[in-house]
């Protein structure tokens, strides 16, 4: 036999040899979904079923938090899942409908501020989205001490940030009026993300090498979040199954199995 038929064969053994996790993580996924189908009868759709499960009392919840706060061997082994995960999904990007599923940058519910004024010098910079019926109207507007409408513009389908910034007048303002413009109007971004990574040392929570926000509402509907997420586009095959795609998918079946042994 060959040397490289012995390495061909080498590396088909080896592929076998693997756990494919993708299917571990459905097999995982199917009690948790048969449970919350059942536990919220009234919710139709996945979406409302998590966003549920994110904000309110339950077990998987609860399950979630007590992992988060406890110190004991369970709650250390855990969080060391998701320091992985973490890490996995800092190498390997993976994308839900064009947005990356990352800790670093994610949308874990929807943003309640509709207004946000910043004065600057002599300016005031305004961006309100909550005028009364007429939810999807935003104004924003720079008016200065005196009076004087230095910038004024209204969208009518709706945040929408590329809008904003292609418009003619707001690119005839200066580098300083655009930055402080740009950063009140997202403010108030409708699904405006956060990061669930911490630099503050001394108020966090430890998870691997990682720190973590000292935040257990936030990061228990982080997690479950991209739990969704990742299970989204496995479902929808928007993920190449390869070994790189299969490590990322390895800590999130392990979550995920941890939780559902609440159920």
Known sequence: MSTSLYTENSEKWKNLASIDYFTHFIKAWIPFNAW?????????????????IKSTSNKFRNKLVSLLINGDNDG????????????????????????RITFENIVIENNTQKLSIFNYKS???????????????????????????????????????ADLLSNPSFTGLSQTQKSNLKNCYEDINPTKPITLLSHDVNNCIQMGNFHFVQDTDKLCKGIIEIIYNLRNVLFHGEII???????????????????????
């Open 36 to 52: 919350y189908k059942n536990f919220y009868p009234d919710l139709t759709t996945d979406r409302k079923a998590i966003d549920e």
């Open 241 to 263: 199954p390869d070994s790189d795609t299969n490590k990322v998918y390895e800590p999130a079946y392990q979550i995920l199995h941890t939780l559902i042994q609440s159920l």
């Open 123 to 161: 300016l005031s910079y305004k961006a309100d989205r909550g005028i009364a019926g007429r939810p999807k109207e935003v104004q924003i507007s720079i008016v200065g001490s005196n009076g004087a409408i230095k910038f004024s513009y209204t969208q009518n389908d709706g945040f929408d940030l």
């Open 76 to 99: 250390v082994a855990f969080k060391s899942r998701i320091a992985e995960l973490h890490s996995e999904l800092e190498r390997k990007y993976i994308h839900n409908k064009g947005k």
